[in-house]
């Protein structure tokens, strides 16, 4: 299976015999490249959905590449359950107990049943606990819980945040967001909201949108006084007391203040960002399949959490290059209420969104639903593939024939409506016919073992177990490759570090020397005051072979004013200028520690400035990545894992070209080999036939001539015409061994081409090459090295 699994094939399963619907030893490989027109999964309780999209999943994840997956039913945490030994004591503490008793089992003999099930169902599928490494190793499962600490908990705080700037030239993008943001946001406070009719949809999104053009971020609390407080008094052609008055304003308040103060909602403001690309991949680059599981929720909870997730995974798609390429997968275990056909939650809109428009990004968007009534179908017709297991009702089967009818003729396929309802009618377990648009045809197949083992909804305390031990393999964040490194070795907690002066007496504020200039951070009416440094570098980084050219300000704070500047340099921390409560005067009856002996003078402030100058071209060196393989340089502010992102992806787009490649040289010659086999195939049929027939007449024939023999009749003539047919059957049968003859030489064509194309695709995958990515440091120039401002900081203690 190694020359398939580097050659983006997912392995789903073997084919089904469609007349006797026998097990046949032809296996179901799924091209990659087609799961970017994504894809629909449907199927009753016990069809085998839920392993068939785990299935899926982990061929992705094998491939390298990563998804996000929406779990509103707690099944697919499954997939951290990864035993590459296949131990017992490995699926204990994952055994149900209730399960066990039923089978009159102890947990610990239930356990050595289920390892020996599960060793024996991967070999019957080619699959053995390596393959369940590979899998483990390829990607990391992390397991969130939004709203609680479960699992790993999701902080939502960036959710209201302004969107890229690219996203805000984007009129129709930027509206999408908006109303989802917008509808979730009154989903949670229970308030069914026409986007159209609604008032406070029609204003909250005029809120949100009028601060975001302006790129300003929206927190909760800020939703709270702008509700009371807008920074618009129209309303499309109505003044806004006539359009919400003030009253019916303040009540809109109350009800996001109170989620902003339920004991509950602290939940949502901990933990990671809702950050998709970390969602994707870890720091250093390494494929994530992050599960976040909302089973917990309740049903306004999910639709915002999901709304908001749908939103981002927008905002992040929309910053990506173009690629005919799988790069990420978006997940749905349940999308039943989601995607309804007549209502408008606020997560249609953005689902509407990624199924139409997320192809051109390389985004797979797969759905699946075991209530495939309540289901928009016209949404999708975006679908390519359409995989249906065994359904509940006659209902159900007409519900996925109109949709299945709709997607084909939105490609331009055909559809055998009744063929295809035959087939439907007849699927046992675990077996699904794939309607792939770009197939020939519809295909049976019965699905493979899974590699993650399946035992159902997770407990909490499993799921915080696993949630620990994955966070034990987080690796560290890397050096960032944006022209923003820290300029010290080490950094402080925060601004206001202890003066080496503390104990010392206060002394009246010092006199600078004329060039000095001071600063005060903070200050309240007798406070103490110590001596610090505040400094803005002016950096310029340059490289020839990226074309890098790149200037940078960066401002910096060292909490304490040393003896000399090695001192004050040991512990320097990185700040925003602009956000610093920066005084020109000190706050009253203000008391000053003393300054170091000889620290503030004309001489010192210039070693000063020299030493920060040696510092920052020392340390402030930006880091940029190579792949030599592709001869590909990271770009200016690009990351480690975006840029090992971008590798894997360019990778993978070269794999698709050899594949396509490969298949342009092969299928032509296939296709006219099967074809001629066919025509063979079916000349020795009619040979055989013709042969049987004269055989019946020259039996005819030789009796008539013994039976006129008695009678006395014309013996010989008839004599004569049983000697000619038998003549005729020994050149017809000769002409059967030619055309058998000419079935078998063809045969060997086909093996030998066949072996030539699996020689060919070891070949290509021999040539994969390995990911080695360099780093460059490159510092910034010391011509254009300036310090633009250096300030004796004098810092509230």
């Not at 999964?41 to 839920?50: A, E, N, Q």
């Not at 003999?109 to 390829?138: N, Y």
């Not at 559809?415 to 077996?431: I, N, P, S, V, W």
Request: charged fraction near 25%; aromatic fraction near 6%; hydrophobic fraction near 40%.
């Amino acid at each position: 299976m190694s020359d398939f699994e580097k050659l983006g094939a997912f392995y789903l399963g073997k084919r089904v015999d469609k007349q006797d619907g026998a097990l046949l030893d032809e296996l179901v490989l799924y091209d990659a490249k087609d799961l970017t027109t994504h894809a629909f999964c449907v199927g009753m309780t016990g069809s085998g959905k839920t392993g068939l999209c785990v299935s899926l999943l982990e061929e992705a994840a094998i491939d390298g590449v990563p998804a996000i997956v929406i779990d509103p039913k707690g099944d697919l945490g499954n997939l951290a359950l990864r035993f590459p030994e296949l131990r017992a004591e490995d699926f204990l503490p994952y055994i149900d107990p209730g399960e066990a008793s039923r089978k009159g089992h102890t947990p610990a003999e239930h356990a050595t049943s289920v390892a020996a099930q599960w060793r024996e169902g991967l070999a019957k599928w080619g699959q053995d606990g390596e393959r369940i490494r590979r899998f483990r190793d390829a990607a990391e499962v992390v397991l969130y819980t939004p709203g609680s600490q479960i699992a790993r908990p999701i902080s939502i705080m960036r959710s209201l945040s302004a969107p890229p700037a690219a996203l805000r030239d984007d009129v129709d993008g930027l509206r999408e967001r908006v109303m989802g943001a917008v509808g979730g946001l009154l989903g949670m406070l229970g308030i069914e909201a026409d986007p159209v009719r609604s008032r406070e949809h029609i204003f909250l999104s005029n809120l949100l949108e009028s601060a975001w053009r302006a790129g300003e971020d929206v927190s909760l609390a800020d939703l709270v006084r702008r509700i009371q407080a807008p920074p618009f008094t129209r309303v499309g052609v109505m003044d806004l007391e006539s359009f919400y008055p003030a009253k019916d304003r303040a009540s809109l308040a109350l009800g996001v203040n109170s989620i902003l103060a339920s004991p509950g909602f602290s939940a949502w403001l901990e933990g990671e960002p809702l950050d998709v690309g970390r969602l994707l991949r870890r720091e250093d680059g390494h494929p994530r399949i992050s599960i976040l599981s909302i089973a917990h929720l309740d049903d306004a909870q999910r639709m915002f959490f999901v709304t908001l997730l749908l939103n981002e995974v927008i905002a992040w798609m929309r910053t990506q290059s173009g690629t005919s390429s799988l790069r990420a997968i978006l997940y749905m275990d349940e999308v039943f209420g989601y995607l309804p056909p007549v209502a408008n939650p606020s997560s249609k809109a953005p689902m509407l969104t990624l199924l139409k428009q997320a192809r051109a990004f390389g985004l797979g968007v797969v759905l699946a639903t075991q209530n495939p009534v309540d289901v928009d179908y016209k949404a999708l017709s975006n679908c390519g593939t359409w995989l249906l297991g065994r359904l509940q009702t006659e209902r159900d089967m007409a519900r996925v024939l109109d949709g299945l009818a709709g997607a084909s003729t939105a490609t331009g396929a055909g559809f055998d409506r009744a063929a295809m309802e035959a087939r439907l009618a007849g699927l046992q377990g675990r077996q699904f016919v794939l309607n792939n648009v770009h197939d020939a045809g519809p295909d049976l197949f019965q699905t493979r073992w899974a590699l993650s083992y399946l035992r159902g909804p997770l407990t909490r305390d499993q799921l915080r177990a696993l949630s620990r031990d994955g966070a034990a393999g987080v690796a560290a964040p890397s050096n960032s490759a944006a022209p923003s490194a820290v300029l010290a070795a080490s950094q402080g907690s925060g601004v206001g570090g202890t003066s080496p002066a503390s104990a010392a007496p206060d002394e009246p504020r010092p006199v600078l020397p004329a060039g000095i200039t001071e600063q005060f951070l903070g200050g309240v009416d007798g406070c103490r005051y110590h001596a610090g440094l505040l400094m803005t570098l002016s950096l310029h980084y340059k490289h020839a072979r990226t074309s890098t050219d790149v200037w940078q300000q960066a401002s910096f704070i060292a909490p304490t004013l040393g003896r000399d500047p090695t001192e004050t340099l040991a512990s320097v921390e990185a700040h925003a200028v602009e956000n610093l409560p920066l005084r020109d005067a000190p706050a009253p009856n203000a008391r000053f520690a003393p300054l170091p002996a000889g620290s503030v003078t004309d001489k010192s402030w210039s070693a000063l400035e020299k030493a920060i100058k040696a510092k920052a071209h020392r340390e402030m060196g930006v880091t940029l990545y190579e792949c030599k393989a592709l001869s590909l340089w990271s770009a200016s502010g690009e990351d480690h894992a975006s840029f090992v992102a971008r590798v894997q992806q360019g990778l993978r787009e070269q794999r698709d070209v050899d594949m396509g490649k490969l298949r342009a040289k092969f299928e032509p010659k296939l296709t006219r080999l099967n074809e001629r086999i066919a025509r063979a195939e079916q000349k020795v049929i009619d040979e055989k036939g013709q042969v049987r027939q004269r055989q019946m007449d020259t039996a005819v024939n030789v009796g008539t001539t013994v039976l006129g023999a008695l009678l006395g009749s014309r013996s010989v003539a008839r004599a004569g015409t049983a000697v000619r047919s038998a003549s005729r059957i020994s050149r017809e049968q000769q002409q059967v061994e030619a055309a058998e003859q000419t079935l078998a030489s063809l045969q060997e064509q086909l093996a030998e081409l066949e072996a030539e194309f699996q020689s060919s695709l070891s070949a290509l995958a021999a040539q994969q090459p390995n990911v080695d990515i360099a780093e460059v440091v490159v510092r910034p120039t010391k011509s254009d090295l300036s310090v633009s401002r250096l300030d004796l900081l004098w810092i509230q203690e």
